[in-house]
């Protein structure tokens, strides 16, 4: 039994979360300069099994694809790739930087800790992951 693992991609940075072995809590892993995610990634599965990648679908309120899909979309090829045997799903993505920007700022983190752009991108990596777990209970 392995683990699933998220992609919240970014032009700048991507943010990444997993799953516990029992696929049902989503924890942050890290957030990376957006060129370095592939070598990670390799080095990571490497170490850790890794069952699929959930990568965000971000879309705008029309249901219309973001401008940043066609970045994501070579993303995704360069990652079947690197790592061809492990499958890629899609998930929708909207408002999860919003959403975790208001967690942060719940959460009573200080005001420099909270313009950490890195944080916010692994906690949208981290929503992204738990809602995708939520609307598959049965996996």
């Known amino acids: 039994m ?4 998220a ?11 997993v799953t516990d072995i029992n696929k049902i809590i989503a924890s942050g892993l890290t957030a990376l300069s957006t060129k370095e995610v592939i070598p990670y ?4 599965c490497s170490n850790n099994f890794v069952e699929k990648f959930i990568v965000g679908y971000p879309k705008k309120n029309n249901n219309q694809d973001s401008l940043v899909e066609i970045k994501i979309k ?18 929708d993505e909207r408002f999860t930087s919003k959403i ?40």
């Open 2 to 5: 392995g683990i699933f693992l």
């Open 100 to 139: 975790a920007s208001n967690v942060i700022l719940k959460s009573g983190v200080n005001k420099t800790k909270r313009q950490d752009k890195f944080l916010v991108d692994k906690v949208s990596a981290t929503i992204l992951l738990q809602s995708y777990l939520s609307t598959h209970k049965n996996i």
């Open 7 to 17: 992609l919240d991609y970014g032009e700048k940075r991507t943010g990444m979360a």
């Open 41 to 44: 990634l390799i080095k990571y």
């Open 74 to 91: 070579d993303f995704i090829k360069n990652l079947k790739l690197s790592l061809p045997k492990i499958p890629i799903v899609r998930h």
